[in-house]
């Protein structure tokens, strides 16, 4: 396929449950069902479930992509001394009417 070692082990495949797939991995699946592949073949040697597997080939046919991506980012996770010190004033000020 793409050079990638991929586990054989059916009972870890099972077993483990991974949040995070690489989008490499999930490259990998998406050529084994193309090359009509059966999912429980592909569980066994990539571990991605059969769930996830049809999830997979939805995203695919919907976007055209194996991940989705965001359309704007969100907020900011970090906080800059600014944003923490209007948070801090913020929060002093609350306790103060309580």
């Not at 571990?47 to 965001?70: A, D, N, Q, W």
Request: hydrophobic share 30%.
């Amino acid at each position: 396929m793409s050079g990638l070692e991929l586990s054989t082990s059916d009972s870890q495949s099972r077993t483990t449950m991974r949040r995070h797939i690489p989008k490499e991995r999930k490259e990998v699946a998406l050529e084994m069902s193309l090359l009509n592949v059966k999912d429980r073949t592909i569980r066994r040697y990539t571990g991605i479930s059969e769930r996830s597997m049809r999830y997979l080939r939805k995203t695919f046919r919907e976007t055209g992509e194996v991940t989705r991506t965001p359309v704007c980012g969100g907020r900011p996770r970090i906080l800059d001394s600014l944003d923490a010190n209007v948070s801090y004033c913020l929060l002093s000020a609350s306790l103060t009417y309580i």
